[in-house]
Protein backbone atom coordinates (compact mmCIF):
# COMPACT_ATOMS: atom_id res chain seq x y z
CA UNK A 1 0.00 0.00 0.00
CA UNK A 2 1.67 3.40 -0.58
CA UNK A 3 1.28 5.87 1.82
CA UNK A 4 -0.80 8.93 2.02
CA UNK A 5 1.67 11.55 3.29
CA UNK A 6 0.83 15.35 3.85
CA UNK A 7 3.20 18.12 1.88
CA UNK A 8 2.37 22.00 2.24
CA UNK A 9 -1.54 21.38 2.46
CA UNK A 10 -1.92 18.73 -0.03
CA UNK A 11 -2.48 14.70 1.24
CA UNK A 12 -1.11 12.87 -1.73
CA UNK A 13 -0.01 9.23 -2.06
CA UNK A 14 3.92 9.36 -1.12
CA UNK A 15 5.12 8.84 -5.44
CA UNK A 16 3.80 12.13 -6.09
CA UNK A 17 4.69 14.40 -3.10
CA UNK A 18 7.30 16.55 -4.31
CA UNK A 19 9.22 19.57 -2.71
CA UNK A 20 11.73 21.84 -4.51
CA UNK A 21 15.64 21.51 -4.53
CA UNK A 22 16.11 25.18 -3.59
CA UNK A 23 14.13 23.92 0.09
CA UNK A 24 16.32 25.02 2.61
CA UNK A 25 16.14 22.07 4.82
CA UNK A 26 17.38 19.90 1.59
CA UNK A 27 20.30 22.21 0.95
CA UNK A 28 21.20 23.67 4.48
CA UNK A 29 19.09 21.29 6.92
CA UNK A 30 17.71 24.34 7.96
CA UNK A 31 14.78 22.83 9.45
CA UNK A 32 12.90 21.22 12.46
CA UNK A 33 11.24 18.35 13.20
CA UNK A 34 9.14 15.71 15.68
CA UNK A 35 8.22 12.22 15.77
CA UNK A 36 5.24 11.19 17.80
CA UNK A 37 4.59 7.86 18.18
CA UNK A 38 0.56 6.15 17.89
CA UNK A 39 -0.55 3.40 19.86
CA UNK A 40 -3.85 1.54 19.89
CA UNK A 41 -4.16 4.34 16.72
CA UNK A 42 -3.80 6.97 18.90
CA UNK A 43 -1.28 9.57 19.45
CA UNK A 44 1.17 9.82 22.56
CA UNK A 45 1.56 13.32 24.08
CA UNK A 46 0.70 15.20 21.05
CA UNK A 47 0.55 18.56 22.86
CA UNK A 48 4.47 18.14 24.57
CA UNK A 49 5.46 17.41 20.69
CA UNK A 50 3.78 20.47 19.83
CA UNK A 51 4.72 22.54 22.75
CA UNK A 52 8.75 21.68 21.45
CA UNK A 53 7.65 22.17 17.93
CA UNK A 54 6.68 25.79 19.13
CA UNK A 55 9.90 26.03 21.03
CA UNK A 56 12.71 24.70 18.42
CA UNK A 57 10.48 27.05 15.61
CA UNK A 58 11.14 30.00 17.67
CA UNK A 59 14.57 29.84 18.26
CA UNK A 60 15.21 29.44 15.08
CA UNK A 61 13.00 32.49 14.18
CA UNK A 62 10.93 30.14 12.06
CA UNK A 63 7.51 30.68 10.99
CA UNK A 64 5.06 27.93 11.15
CA UNK A 65 2.66 27.19 8.19
CA UNK A 66 -0.35 26.05 10.36
CA UNK A 67 -1.63 26.67 13.97
CA UNK A 68 -0.77 23.43 16.44
CA UNK A 69 -4.37 22.94 16.34
CA UNK A 70 -4.12 22.17 12.36
CA UNK A 71 -1.25 20.68 12.57
CA UNK A 72 -3.55 17.88 15.26
CA UNK A 73 -5.59 17.70 12.49
CA UNK A 74 -3.20 16.49 10.28
CA UNK A 75 -1.59 14.08 12.67
CA UNK A 76 -5.01 12.68 13.08
CA UNK A 77 -5.89 12.16 9.31
CA UNK A 78 -2.81 11.15 8.25
CA UNK A 79 -3.28 8.10 11.20
CA UNK A 80 -7.06 7.23 10.10
CA UNK A 81 -5.74 7.39 6.21
CA UNK A 82 -2.73 4.74 6.81
CA UNK A 83 -4.26 2.68 8.78
CA UNK A 84 -1.67 3.40 11.59
CA UNK A 85 -2.45 1.00 15.14
CA UNK A 86 1.11 0.90 16.35
CA UNK A 87 4.06 3.45 14.49
CA UNK A 88 5.12 6.89 14.16
CA UNK A 89 4.39 10.25 12.40
CA UNK A 90 6.71 12.11 11.05
CA UNK A 91 6.78 15.92 10.15
CA UNK A 92 9.42 18.68 9.49
CA UNK A 93 9.15 22.21 8.44
CA UNK A 94 11.93 23.82 7.07
CA UNK A 95 12.41 27.92 6.20
CA UNK A 96 10.98 27.04 2.98
CA UNK A 97 12.51 26.98 -0.68
CA UNK A 98 13.35 30.60 -2.06
CA UNK A 99 14.12 31.04 -5.96
CA UNK A 100 17.88 30.63 -5.72
CA UNK A 101 20.56 29.26 -3.01
CA UNK A 102 21.66 32.06 -0.26
CA UNK A 103 23.04 31.77 3.02
CA UNK A 104 20.75 35.02 4.56
CA UNK A 105 17.35 33.65 5.72
CA UNK A 106 14.75 34.34 3.18
CA UNK A 107 11.85 37.13 3.67
CA UNK A 108 9.23 34.46 5.48
CA UNK A 109 7.03 37.20 4.02
CA UNK A 110 7.39 35.83 0.47
CA UNK A 111 8.78 33.16 1.22
CA UNK A 112 6.24 30.18 3.08
CA UNK A 113 8.11 26.96 5.48
CA UNK A 114 7.63 23.83 4.10
CA UNK A 115 5.64 21.32 6.16
CA UNK A 116 5.89 17.94 5.69
CA UNK A 117 4.62 14.81 7.39
CA UNK A 118 3.99 11.07 6.63
CA UNK A 119 3.49 7.80 8.78
CA UNK A 120 5.54 5.41 9.37
CA UNK A 121 3.72 1.46 10.62
CA UNK A 122 5.94 0.18 13.23
CA UNK A 123 3.28 -3.32 14.19
CA UNK A 124 4.60 -5.07 17.36
CA UNK A 125 6.46 -1.16 18.44
CA UNK A 126 5.01 -1.85 22.25
CA UNK A 127 5.81 -5.06 22.67
CA UNK A 128 9.20 -5.03 21.63
CA UNK A 129 11.37 -8.20 21.65
CA UNK A 130 14.23 -6.20 21.84
CA UNK A 131 12.89 -4.06 24.98
CA UNK A 132 13.30 -7.88 26.64
CA UNK A 133 16.82 -8.78 25.88
CA UNK A 134 18.11 -4.92 25.74
CA UNK A 135 20.75 -3.27 24.02
CA UNK A 136 24.63 -2.76 23.12
CA UNK A 137 25.87 0.92 23.47
CA UNK A 138 29.48 2.17 23.02
CA UNK A 139 30.90 5.60 23.69
CA UNK A 140 31.98 8.37 20.69
CA UNK A 141 32.90 11.63 21.24
CA UNK A 142 29.43 14.45 20.79
CA UNK A 143 30.89 16.82 17.99
CA UNK A 144 27.84 17.97 17.51
CA UNK A 145 26.69 21.61 17.44
CA UNK A 146 25.74 23.55 20.70
CA UNK A 147 22.14 24.08 20.66
CA UNK A 148 21.18 20.13 20.92
CA UNK A 149 18.25 21.14 22.47
CA UNK A 150 16.44 22.86 19.19
CA UNK A 151 15.42 19.70 17.51
CA UNK A 152 16.76 20.60 14.13
CA UNK A 153 16.91 18.00 11.12
CA UNK A 154 20.77 18.11 11.25
CA UNK A 155 21.13 14.52 11.55
CA UNK A 156 24.54 13.81 9.84
CA UNK A 157 26.55 13.24 13.31
CA UNK A 158 24.24 10.89 15.13
CA UNK A 159 23.72 8.39 11.53
CA UNK A 160 27.86 8.38 11.56
CA UNK A 161 27.11 7.53 15.38
CA UNK A 162 24.74 4.62 14.60
CA UNK A 163 26.67 3.35 11.72
CA UNK A 164 30.08 3.55 13.95
CA UNK A 165 27.85 1.45 16.71
CA UNK A 166 26.88 -1.07 14.27
CA UNK A 167 30.51 -1.35 13.17
CA UNK A 168 31.27 -2.56 16.32
CA UNK A 169 28.78 -4.66 17.16
CA UNK A 170 26.53 -2.67 19.00
CA UNK A 171 23.09 -1.18 18.73
CA UNK A 172 23.51 2.84 19.76
CA UNK A 173 26.19 5.04 20.66
CA UNK A 174 26.38 7.16 23.87
CA UNK A 175 27.78 10.74 22.94
CA UNK A 176 30.38 12.40 25.19
CA UNK A 177 31.72 15.53 26.22
CA UNK A 178 34.23 16.34 28.77
CA UNK A 179 34.25 12.59 29.97
CA UNK A 180 30.35 12.79 30.44
CA UNK A 181 27.80 11.11 29.01
CA UNK A 182 25.43 13.80 26.81
CA UNK A 183 22.56 11.52 25.57
CA UNK A 184 22.22 8.68 22.40
CA UNK A 185 22.04 9.31 19.26
CA UNK A 186 18.55 9.76 19.01
CA UNK A 187 17.95 8.88 22.55
CA UNK A 188 17.78 10.28 26.35
CA UNK A 189 20.20 8.45 28.22
CA UNK A 190 19.96 7.00 31.82
CA UNK A 191 21.63 5.36 34.79
CA UNK A 192 20.40 3.16 37.81
CA UNK A 193 22.31 2.91 40.89
CA UNK A 194 20.82 0.83 43.60
CA UNK A 195 17.23 2.35 43.41
CA UNK A 196 18.97 5.80 42.15
CA UNK A 197 17.52 6.98 38.53
CA UNK A 198 20.46 9.45 37.20
CA UNK A 199 20.12 11.37 33.85
CA UNK A 200 21.71 14.29 32.36
CA UNK A 201 19.63 17.63 33.74
CA UNK A 202 18.21 19.84 30.62
CA UNK A 203 20.30 22.55 29.04
CA UNK A 204 21.33 22.88 25.66
CA UNK A 205 23.76 19.87 25.28
CA UNK A 206 21.16 17.87 24.84
CA UNK A 207 17.28 17.30 23.39
CA UNK A 208 14.83 17.93 26.40
CA UNK A 209 13.21 14.10 25.47
CA UNK A 210 8.99 14.54 25.80
CA UNK A 211 9.87 10.86 26.68
CA UNK A 212 12.01 11.11 29.43
CA UNK A 213 9.83 14.07 30.68
CA UNK A 214 7.23 11.76 30.98
CA UNK A 215 9.27 8.92 32.32
CA UNK A 216 10.92 10.95 35.36
CA UNK A 217 7.17 12.12 36.31
CA UNK A 218 6.17 8.70 36.39
CA UNK A 219 8.99 7.78 38.09
CA UNK A 220 8.35 10.36 40.58
CA UNK A 221 4.67 9.23 40.85
CA UNK A 222 6.25 5.52 41.50
CA UNK A 223 8.34 6.83 44.50
CA UNK A 224 11.41 6.28 42.58
CA UNK A 225 14.15 8.13 43.28
CA UNK A 226 15.71 10.39 40.61
CA UNK A 227 19.28 12.36 40.48
CA UNK A 228 19.07 14.94 37.31
CA UNK A 229 23.22 15.06 37.23
CA UNK A 230 25.88 14.42 34.70
CA UNK A 231 27.39 11.14 34.86
CA UNK A 232 30.59 10.31 33.01
CA UNK A 233 31.31 7.14 31.10
CA UNK A 234 33.18 5.24 33.29
CA UNK A 235 30.34 5.35 35.95
CA UNK A 236 27.74 3.92 33.93
CA UNK A 237 29.81 0.91 33.39
CA UNK A 238 29.50 0.50 37.15
CA UNK A 239 26.00 1.00 36.97
CA UNK A 240 23.61 -1.84 38.16
CA UNK A 241 21.32 -1.11 35.15
CA UNK A 242 21.27 1.45 32.05
CA UNK A 243 18.28 2.56 29.65
CA UNK A 244 17.59 5.04 26.59
CA UNK A 245 14.07 6.62 26.33
CA UNK A 246 12.50 8.35 23.07
CA UNK A 247 9.53 8.56 21.59
CA UNK A 248 10.20 5.48 19.37
CA UNK A 249 11.74 3.06 21.79
CA UNK A 250 9.54 4.07 24.69
CA UNK A 251 12.20 2.58 27.40
CA UNK A 252 14.58 0.60 26.54
CA UNK A 253 16.94 -1.29 28.85
CA UNK A 254 21.10 -0.93 27.86
CA UNK A 255 22.78 -4.15 29.00
CA UNK A 256 26.14 -3.39 27.39
CA UNK A 257 28.64 0.16 27.54
CA UNK A 258 31.50 -0.62 25.67
CA UNK A 259 31.93 -4.69 25.87
CA UNK A 260 30.86 -4.46 29.93
CA UNK A 261 28.12 -6.01 30.94
CA UNK A 262 25.66 -4.21 33.22
CA UNK A 263 24.83 -6.60 36.53
CA UNK A 264 24.32 -9.71 35.03
CA UNK A 265 24.31 -8.31 31.39
CA UNK A 266 20.40 -8.92 31.33
CA UNK A 267 17.55 -5.76 31.75
CA UNK A 268 17.49 -5.30 35.29
CA UNK A 269 14.33 -4.62 37.30
CA UNK A 270 14.43 -0.55 36.94
CA UNK A 271 13.71 0.25 33.46
CA UNK A 272 11.18 -2.92 32.24
CA UNK A 273 9.03 -1.44 35.13
CA UNK A 274 9.29 2.05 34.13
CA UNK A 275 9.00 0.69 30.33
CA UNK A 276 5.87 -0.74 31.69
CA UNK A 277 4.44 2.12 33.36
CA UNK A 278 5.38 4.26 30.39
CA UNK A 279 3.51 2.93 27.80
CA UNK A 280 0.19 2.10 30.24
CA UNK A 281 0.35 5.82 31.43
CA UNK A 282 0.52 7.10 27.50
CA UNK A 283 -1.93 4.77 26.39
CA UNK A 284 -4.79 6.05 29.20
CA UNK A 285 -3.60 9.53 28.71
CA UNK A 286 -4.14 9.29 24.60
CA UNK A 287 -7.64 8.60 25.36
CA UNK A 288 -7.91 11.90 26.54
CA UNK A 289 -6.85 13.47 23.47
CA UNK A 290 -9.24 11.40 21.75
CA UNK A 291 -12.07 13.53 23.53
CA UNK A 292 -11.31 16.17 20.02
CA UNK A 293 -12.73 13.69 18.27
CA UNK A 294 -10.53 10.27 17.48
CA UNK A 295 -11.99 7.99 15.34
CA UNK A 296 -9.96 5.29 17.04
CA UNK A 297 -12.07 5.67 19.95
CA UNK A 298 -14.78 3.98 17.97
CA UNK A 299 -13.69 0.63 18.49
CA UNK A 300 -13.70 0.65 22.34
CA UNK A 301 -15.83 -1.58 23.39
CA UNK A 302 -19.60 -0.76 25.32
CA UNK A 303 -19.62 -0.99 28.80
CA UNK A 304 -22.39 -3.17 30.13
CA UNK A 305 -24.98 -1.59 31.64
CA UNK A 306 -25.05 -2.06 35.18
CA UNK A 307 -23.65 0.10 38.11
CA UNK A 308 -20.57 -0.51 39.32
CA UNK A 309 -19.22 0.62 43.04
CA UNK A 310 -16.36 2.30 43.75
CA UNK A 311 -13.61 -0.13 44.96
CA UNK A 312 -10.68 0.61 43.92
CA UNK A 313 -10.24 -2.64 42.15
CA UNK A 314 -8.22 -3.71 39.19
CA UNK A 315 -11.10 -5.70 38.12
CA UNK A 316 -13.36 -2.85 37.75
CA UNK A 317 -11.52 -2.46 34.00
CA UNK A 318 -12.90 -6.08 33.24
CA UNK A 319 -16.38 -5.45 34.61
CA UNK A 320 -17.18 -2.25 32.91
CA UNK A 321 -15.81 -2.92 29.41
CA UNK A 322 -17.41 -5.97 28.42
CA UNK A 323 -17.08 -7.58 24.70
CA UNK A 324 -19.14 -6.00 22.53
CA UNK A 325 -20.48 -3.05 21.40
CA UNK A 326 -18.97 0.40 20.39
CA UNK A 327 -18.14 3.94 21.84
CA UNK A 328 -18.70 6.95 19.51
CA UNK A 329 -17.03 9.50 22.08
CA UNK A 330 -15.37 9.91 24.80
CA UNK A 331 -15.88 13.47 26.96
CA UNK A 332 -13.73 13.45 29.80
CA UNK A 333 -10.79 11.97 31.93
CA UNK A 334 -9.92 13.69 34.49
CA UNK A 335 -6.61 12.95 35.82
CA UNK A 336 -5.30 14.21 39.72
CA UNK A 337 -1.87 12.81 40.59
CA UNK A 338 -1.04 11.93 43.99
CA UNK A 339 -4.65 12.64 45.27
CA UNK A 340 -5.80 9.54 47.54
CA UNK A 341 -8.33 11.98 49.45
CA UNK A 342 -10.49 10.02 50.86
CA UNK A 343 -13.24 12.93 50.52
CA UNK A 344 -12.63 12.51 46.52
CA UNK A 345 -13.59 8.71 46.44
CA UNK A 346 -17.14 10.00 47.98
CA UNK A 347 -17.49 12.63 45.66
CA UNK A 348 -16.69 10.15 42.76
CA UNK A 349 -19.19 7.85 44.38
CA UNK A 350 -21.79 10.08 44.80
CA UNK A 351 -21.66 11.74 41.35
CA UNK A 352 -21.57 8.14 40.18
CA UNK A 353 -24.43 7.42 42.26
CA UNK A 354 -26.31 10.34 41.57
CA UNK A 355 -26.00 9.57 37.86
CA UNK A 356 -27.04 6.61 37.61
CA UNK A 357 -30.41 7.01 39.00
CA UNK A 358 -31.22 8.07 35.35
CA UNK A 359 -32.86 5.64 33.15
CA UNK A 360 -30.22 7.17 30.49
CA UNK A 361 -27.15 6.07 32.61
CA UNK A 362 -25.57 2.72 31.89
CA UNK A 363 -22.87 2.65 34.09
CA UNK A 364 -21.22 4.81 37.09
CA UNK A 365 -18.34 3.74 38.44
CA UNK A 366 -15.55 5.38 39.73
CA UNK A 367 -12.03 4.62 42.25
CA UNK A 368 -8.55 5.01 42.37
CA UNK A 369 -5.71 3.23 40.51
CA UNK A 370 -1.95 3.56 41.31
CA UNK A 371 -1.51 6.87 42.89
CA UNK A 372 -4.22 8.31 40.21
CA UNK A 373 -7.65 9.46 40.83
CA UNK A 374 -9.36 9.25 37.20
CA UNK A 375 -12.81 9.88 36.16
CA UNK A 376 -13.48 9.33 32.59
CA UNK A 377 -17.21 9.97 31.41
CA UNK A 378 -18.05 8.08 28.11
CA UNK A 379 -20.95 8.75 26.10
CA UNK A 380 -22.90 7.15 23.14
CA UNK A 381 -25.26 10.64 22.53
CA UNK A 382 -24.93 12.37 20.01
CA UNK A 383 -24.19 15.69 22.13
CA UNK A 384 -21.14 17.33 21.44
CA UNK A 385 -18.08 16.37 23.12
CA UNK A 386 -18.13 19.89 24.47
CA UNK A 387 -21.64 19.92 25.90
CA UNK A 388 -20.71 17.51 28.22
CA UNK A 389 -17.36 18.90 28.95
CA UNK A 390 -19.29 21.81 30.54
CA UNK A 391 -21.81 19.76 32.49
CA UNK A 392 -18.86 17.25 33.47
CA UNK A 393 -16.09 20.02 34.32
CA UNK A 394 -18.12 21.81 36.95
CA UNK A 395 -19.27 18.95 38.99
CA UNK A 396 -14.99 17.96 39.03
CA UNK A 397 -14.16 21.63 39.94
CA UNK A 398 -17.00 21.05 43.32
CA UNK A 399 -16.30 17.44 43.98
CA UNK A 400 -13.08 16.33 43.73
CA UNK A 401 -10.40 18.51 46.47
CA UNK A 402 -7.22 19.19 44.46
CA UNK A 403 -4.19 17.83 46.11
CA UNK A 404 -3.19 19.65 49.33
CA UNK A 405 -6.43 21.25 50.05
CA UNK A 406 -8.40 21.22 53.23
CA UNK A 407 -10.29 17.33 52.91
CA UNK A 408 -14.08 18.05 53.42
CA UNK A 409 -16.88 15.59 52.78
CA UNK A 410 -17.62 17.54 49.35
CA UNK A 411 -19.20 14.45 47.83
CA UNK A 412 -22.40 15.13 49.96
CA UNK A 413 -22.64 18.81 49.06
CA UNK A 414 -24.59 18.28 46.02
CA UNK A 415 -26.39 22.08 46.43
CA UNK A 416 -29.87 22.45 44.52
CA UNK A 417 -27.98 24.13 41.48
CA UNK A 418 -26.18 21.11 40.71
CA UNK A 419 -29.02 18.77 40.78
CA UNK A 420 -30.71 20.96 38.50
CA UNK A 421 -28.08 20.50 36.15
CA UNK A 422 -27.28 17.29 36.65
CA UNK A 423 -30.67 16.36 35.94
CA UNK A 424 -31.12 18.04 33.07
CA UNK A 425 -27.13 16.98 31.76
CA UNK A 426 -27.95 12.76 32.79
CA UNK A 427 -31.37 13.27 30.99
CA UNK A 428 -29.92 13.93 28.11
CA UNK A 429 -26.89 11.53 28.00
CA UNK A 430 -27.46 7.98 27.00
CA UNK A 431 -24.22 6.58 29.16
CA UNK A 432 -21.79 7.56 31.56
CA UNK A 433 -19.10 5.61 32.78
CA UNK A 434 -17.21 7.21 35.59
CA UNK A 435 -14.75 4.38 35.73
CA UNK A 436 -11.71 2.61 38.05
CA UNK A 437 -8.50 2.61 35.47
N1 LIG B 1 17.89 12.97 22.17
C1 LIG B 1 18.05 13.02 20.84
C2 LIG B 1 19.36 13.48 20.29
C3 LIG B 1 17.01 12.62 19.98
O1 LIG B 1 17.19 12.67 18.65
C4 LIG B 1 15.81 12.16 20.54
C5 LIG B 1 14.68 11.68 19.68
N2 LIG B 1 14.48 12.41 18.54
C6 LIG B 1 15.67 12.12 21.93
C7 LIG B 1 16.73 12.54 22.72
C8 LIG B 1 14.41 11.65 22.59
O2 LIG B 1 13.39 12.59 22.46
P1 LIG B 1 11.83 12.15 22.49
O3 LIG B 1 11.64 11.43 23.77
O4 LIG B 1 11.11 13.44 22.43
O5 LIG B 1 11.63 11.29 21.30
Redesign the pocket.
Known amino acids: MTRTVYVNGNYLPETEAKISIFDRGFLMADGVYE?TSVLDGKLIDFDAHAKRLRRSLDELDMASPVTMDELLAIHRELVLQNKVEEGLVYLQITRGAPADRDFAFPDPETVPSSLVLFTQNKPGLADSPVARVGIKVISIEDIRWGR?DI?TIQLLY?SMGKMIAKKAGADDAWMIQDGHVT??T???AYIVKGRKIITRPRSND??H????AAVLRFAKEAQMEIEERRFTIDEAKEADEAFI???STFVMPVVEIDGVALGDGTPGKVAPRLREIYLEESREAAIWQSERGQAALATLPLPARKYKSTAPDTAARQTILPKSGKLSSLSRIVRISQNRLYSNVMAARNIAMWLAQFRTVDIAASGYWRNRFLIAVWTQAKLGTNTISAAIDPLIRLFITPVNSESSDLGHQISIRWKERLTTFAAQISMVVIRNA
Open positions: VRKPEGSNNILGITRTSA
